[in-house]
């Protein structure tokens, strides 16, 4: 018997929040309602009904209200009916139920700044109040989820290596509170924060965010502890002085402050780096609407608005505007009416306007990795390869087995693409392709190829070259057959490298073989596909090290006494 408490679990995600207040009122299985928001949809699902489903092999399933695709039915029964229950929702849904749709489909997608919405100082305190009131946040909520957005947009802009040191300047309303967080944040991306917080607030939130600083050994620092330069000790100040509430002209000593911050830009000039401003939600001192109305207030450099843009970051010139604050319900969309740029994939920050141009010459990264010696390389490559892989996965990589190849077909001119590593061992390292594209043409003229993998993040590359051959048919069979239903008939309808005539031609022929195949029978894997498998006749290891000495571990095949060994030999950067 399946619970419907354990099917939560696989679902989470998918209408769950609904569904998490409705199931417990019902009992297991006999039915379950689902309710979106005022729209109520029941959806009844009888035990007999998931018994009859789960019984089913995977490619026939079909119900009352339409047919389940056999690519949305997975082998494990709690699989099976988390997929049923994922179509019924998407297809009975009048309101999407992924927060990834909600987004796209309510809000307005809006890229360019002159077309997002800016809130005034009255409604930026009304939807504080909606939030806090009748939608049920806490002010310690939608604090933490604004620092840690802040530190998200800080962190993509402000690598830790060149940017570490950090002072929060923190107010003594939401907006200090927010900085705090903010400094928590980054200590924990590998920052080092320091805390201005002058005037402090005795309610348990603020005292409870400076325990969990102080525990972390995050420096609390006074005005006079500060150098008058802020530029001479950090190379990011948090301002997070004022937010929306800011009224009239700064008191001291944020007077003082805010002048540092201002006198900061005519320091910055005479310094190699200067250090960066990054204000959160308003550019302290700034008119809430009016935005920087002296002319002579602070310029930050980056811009993190909350919930909404104020209506003084219109005027905002820096290079870095960003939104964060990913907990605005679509109710408070509707009712003010909101244009926003959506957030990227799980992404707690979204750029508002272009990102600036860079001069790509100065573009150096200076590499900071243990060193790489001889006496720790492993003798055989397969095995050190094994290693840096397992490294690149627990790093967390984003697909560590995509690999550049390179190949060159009779005329000698090379071409490279990314593939995917499907495999390696003794015989090499295999990657699967259509037998007619450009690299198979290539291959069959010229076997040699050479692959690389990038680790980014390791700063790591690893090169390895050799002969090129065709795997066997049953492995090519049985690689074929695992994949999931979608790839195998992309496979199929795709005739790589052959000139089409537009994008809508090769979905037609994708739905035409979906419509084919739709009774779940085998996809029969065309000749024309297949993997190929290349034996290594030489390694290189690279670590990425500073002023450009990198480290180069190389293996040559060599005979010694009639076997064939690899030969370890270091080349220079
Ligand atoms: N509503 C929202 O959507 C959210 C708001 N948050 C943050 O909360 C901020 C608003 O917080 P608050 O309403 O607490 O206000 P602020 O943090 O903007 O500042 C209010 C404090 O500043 C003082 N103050 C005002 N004008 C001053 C002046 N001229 N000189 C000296 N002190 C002055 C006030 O006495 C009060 O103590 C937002 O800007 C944002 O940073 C986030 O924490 C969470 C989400
Ligand atoms: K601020």
Known sequence: MIKVGKLMNKERGHATVAFARSWKKFPPLKHVAIVWQTKAMILTYSSSFITHLLALPPASTSTSTGAVSSSLLHRSPQGSFGSILRYKLRSYCSAPVNRGEFMASNIKVVQNPDSISY??????????????????????????????????????????????????????????????????HLYHFGYKPFVCYPKRTAKPLYTGLVTQLESLGIPFLSVDDLPMNLSEDFNILVDAMFGFSFHGTPRPPFDDLIKRLVNLQSCNEVNKKPSVIASIDIPSGWHVEQGDTSGDGIKPDMLVSLTAPKQCAKSFSGSHHFLGGRFVPRSIVDKFKLELPSYPGSSMCVRIGKAPQVDISSMRENYISPEFNEDEVDPDPF???????????????????????????????????????????????????????????????????????????????????????????????????????????????????????????????????????????????????????????????????????????????????????????????
């Not at 190949?407 to 390292?429: H, N, Q």
Request: glycine share 10%; charged share 25%; proline share 4%.
């Open 383 to 573: 095995i050190q390869f094994q290693k840096w892989f397992d490294d690149a996965m627990a790093a967390g990589l984003k697909e560590p087995n995509a690999m550049a190849l390179s190949t060159a077909g009779k005329d000698g001119k090379p071409s490279s693409r990314m593939v995917l590593l499907k495999g390696f061992d003794k015989d090499g390292f295999i990657w699967y392709t259509n037998y007619g594209s450009r690299k198979a043409k290539d291959l069959s003229e010229n076997c040699y190829a050479s692959v690389l993998f990038y680790w980014d993040g390791l700063n790591r590359q690893v090169r390895i070259e050799g002969c090129v051959a065709k795997v066997s048919e049953e492995e090519s069979q049985h690689y074929f057959h695992s994949r999931p239903t979608g790839s195998q008939i992309g496979a199929i309808a795709s005739k790589q490298s052959t000139v089409i005539p537009g994008r809508d031609f090769i979905h037609q022929q994708y739905k035409d073989l979906e419509a084919k195949f739709c009774d779940g029978a085998s996809i029969p894997k065309p000749n024309y596909w297949g993997g190929y498998r290349l034996k290594p006749e030489f390694f290189e290891f690279w670590q990425g090290q500073t002023s450009r000495l990198h480290d180069r571990l190389c293996y040559f095949p060599e005979q010694a006494n009639g076997t064939n060994i690899w030969k370890i030999k270091r080349l220079a950067p």
């Open 119 to 184: 809130l005034n100082q009255r409604e930026a305190a009304e939807v504080d109040e909606i939030l806090m009131g009748p939608l049920g946040f806490s002010v310690d909520q939608l604090m933490e989820l604004a620092g840690l957005s802040v530190a998200t947009a800080i962190a993509e802009v402000y690598n830790v290596k060149d940017y570490n040191r950090v002072l929060a300047i923190c107010g003594p309303g939401n907006n200090g509170g927010d900085g705090l967080v903010v400094a928590r």
